[in-house]
């Protein structure tokens, strides 16, 4: 290993999500011969540890026996984030849980865990992993942080810390940080009052030939109407609840369409007795996937009801197998589709002007041909060698 740095990168879980994709894709592209790469969770979790490849080294910090073993597989509801439960143990757990970290001496849990002694320490997700990273006693490594959400639209980081100060001096102590977007590095800036001088954007690497590959893949689902999907995490960040209202809305203006949707987590059965409660017969939820591609390459169209984002993998991954989007204004979406929605339809980020584009796609044939047109040009931005030499940049 001589000659080569060895770098730390340091996430929560390889539960399936965007940031975790992420991180899979950048490690298992990144060169070998210049790197000696650890991957870390805090909780040995989630089935895209399986993804890594054999030359990355796999360490975790909690081995927690029941979450350890049920994750091991790519089972559908086990793939989610990880308190996505809703049971009274799950409930009291994440309590118990986010009082922990606000609380924990993470300089302790630094050098009892993280030991070996990297040249360059990453926290590739904002909350834990960076409070853990920040504390750390090795003076001669260089730390990085990576944030992959709007700070001030997604909150979900502040159950960690004491108050916003201490959060605020968590990220300070850093050498670099990276936003998956020029939007979220500004909103961090702005609520934490950053060094802009220590910022950087780096675009998310997306393997491209590997997407398209498997949404080659046959897919057993009958297709009967025009088809809308989306995916990610059943939560609230993802506002899955305001596009069932939507459906509802649009189910009483009678044009024939169906919505799929990919996705496991906290607000599952809420959304399952929405459309229960209103016979929303054309909405399917279809759990995980560990293929998404497939289904994305039969839909008409991709839509994105987030209340906030970073840098959508998922929406890129839209871009690529050349489908027309609709979604809302949230980070990245204009770096991605284009500051006047030249490559996909961006509304305002709200339940009426979402409605209103939707109808708008599912009703005017010339505005639908002409995304779907358009977007296929788009996909020309991602290229994952580029993406991730200028990644590699930082060490």
Request: charged content about 30%; glycine content about 4%; some cysteine.
């Amino acid at each position: 290993m001589k000659g080569k740095k060895k770098i730390l990168f340091l996430i929560h879980t390889l539960q399936v999500g965007g940031a975790e994709k992420v991180l899979v894709n950048l490690v298992n592209n990144m060169d070998t011969n210049k790197y000696d790469i650890t991957v870390m969770t805090v909780i040995n979790a989630g089935a895209f540890r399986k993804k890594l490849n054999k030359n990355i080294h796999y360490k975790t910090i909690f081995d927690i026996k029941f979450l350890s073993k049920e994750n091991k597989t790519n089972n559908k509801k086990n793939s989610g984030n990880l308190f996505s439960r809703t049971s009274k143990i799950k409930n009291i757990l994440a309590v118990i849980y986010k009082f922990f970290w606000r609380h924990a001496n993470c300089k302790k849990i630094y050098n009892k865990y993280v030991k070996d002694d990297y040249d360059i320490e990453i926290a590739f997700l904002e909350g834990v992993s960076s409070k853990i990273i920040a504390n750390s006693t090795n003076e001669k490594s260089k730390k990085i942080c990576w944030l992959h959400v709007d700070l001030i639209n997604e909150t979900k980081t502040e159950k960690f810390f004491k108050n916003n100060e201490d959060e605020a001096n968590n990220y300070k102590k850093f050498d670099k940080i990276v936003g998956v977007s020029k939007f979220v590095i500004n909103q961090a800036i702005k609520k934490y009052e950053l060094d802009p001088n220590k910022t950087i954007v780096k675009y998310n690497p997306i393997d491209k030939k590997d997407i398209e590959e498997k949404a080659k893949d046959k897919l057993n689902i009958k297709k009967d109407n025009f088809t809308m999907i989306s995916i990610g995490r059943l939560s609230k960040q993802k506002g899955y609840d305001r596009l069932l209202n939507i459906v509802r809305k649009l189910n009483e203006d009678n044009p024939k369409f169906d919505l799929w949707i990919i996705g496991v987590g906290a607000e599952e059965e809420k959304l399952k007795k929405y459309i229960s409660e209103y016979h929303l017969t054309n909405v399917k939820l279809l759990g995980y996937q560990s293929n998404p591609y497939k289904y994305i390459n039969i839909a008409d169209m991709f839509v994105c009801s987030s209340r906030a984002e970073g840098f959508s993998t998922v929406v890129s991954e839209a871009v690529i197998l050349g489908k027309p989007i609709v979604t809302t204004d949230c980070s990245g979406m204009r770096e991605i589709l284009g500051e006047n929605s030249e490559y996909g339809l961006i509304c305002e980020n709200n339940e009426e002007s979402l409605y209103n584009a939707l109808k708008v796609m599912l009703t005017d044939k010339k505005k639908y041909e002409y995304y779907k047109n358009i977007v296929k040009k788009r996909k020309e931005i991602f290229d994952i060698e580029t993406a991730v030499n200028n990644i590699e940049e930082l060490f």
